[in-house]
């Protein structure tokens, strides 16, 4: 097996386990709003140990690289690139810490709005590990899943002002109270924000390459 393909691989693992701690932490908030703390908080558990993962595997993939024959400029760049995928996870952890120690009051309706936007974000996963595979092989297939997922961050972005609109127009709930709720719902969608930003450093790398 090449280097290049076992490279290759080892980026499709690492996003993987990404992948992995943002359906765990999907299924976090779902607990958290059934008043399931217990299981909640297992299941951010499960982030934590997601992301441990990857970071193990980002640890791997940076010692590939360095012992590989790829120029020090490529090298450097795709150590960054492993870094914002393993950032992904990262967020993930944080937004199902953040979830379950502080334990925001948060109106039902929240819930509907923060499922539809994780669902989204788990679909990103699927065509930003697509993106690093074709990055190797295929470039104008890989800028087709970045564009995938351009459009679905913006789907995101939709929902996510919709959400805070519909919060703070509300009359019943202290300022204090929404600003809290607010703080949560930028932890996740501050994932997505990530997975974007992932897919984005694809395109100058990939002309550096062709240059």
């Known amino acids: 097996m090449s ?22 932490l999907s299924e ?29 595997i980002r640890r791997a993939i940076i010692e590939k690289i360095k012992t590989s024959r790829i120029i020090p400029a490529d090298q450097d760049d795709l150590i960054s690139y492993a870094a914002k995928q393993d950032s992904i996870a990262d967020r993930a952890e944080s937004a199902g810490d953040f979830l379950i120690t502080q334990r925001p009051d948060m109106p039902g309706f929240a819930c509907d709005y923060l499922c539809d936007i994780m669902d989204i974000t788990i679909q990103m996963t699927d065509p930003l590990s697509d993106a690093i595979e074709c990055f190797f092989t295929d470039f104008s297939l890989m800028h087709r899943k970045i564009k995938t997922i351009n459009t679905l961050e913006e789907d995101i972005d939709n929902i996510h002002m919709k959400l805070v609109k519909k919060l703070f127009d509300l009359k019943d709930i202290k300022l204090d ?4 709720i607010n703080k949560f719902i930028s932890h996740v969608v501050v994932i997505s924000d990530e997975i974007e930003n992932a897919a984005d450093m694809l395109d100058p790398l990939a002309a550096k390459k062709k240059i």
């Open 3 to 24: 280097k290049k393909i076992k490279l290759k691989g080892m980026f499709t693992n690492h996003n993987a386990e990404v992948k992995t701690s943002v359906e765990h």
């Open 28 to 56: 976090t908030i779902t607990l958290y709003f059934k008043n399931k703390y217990k299981e909640s908080r297992n299941m951010a558990y499960e982030v934590h140990l997601a992301e441990s993962r990857a970071d193990t």
């Open 177 to 180: 109270r929404k600003m809290h």
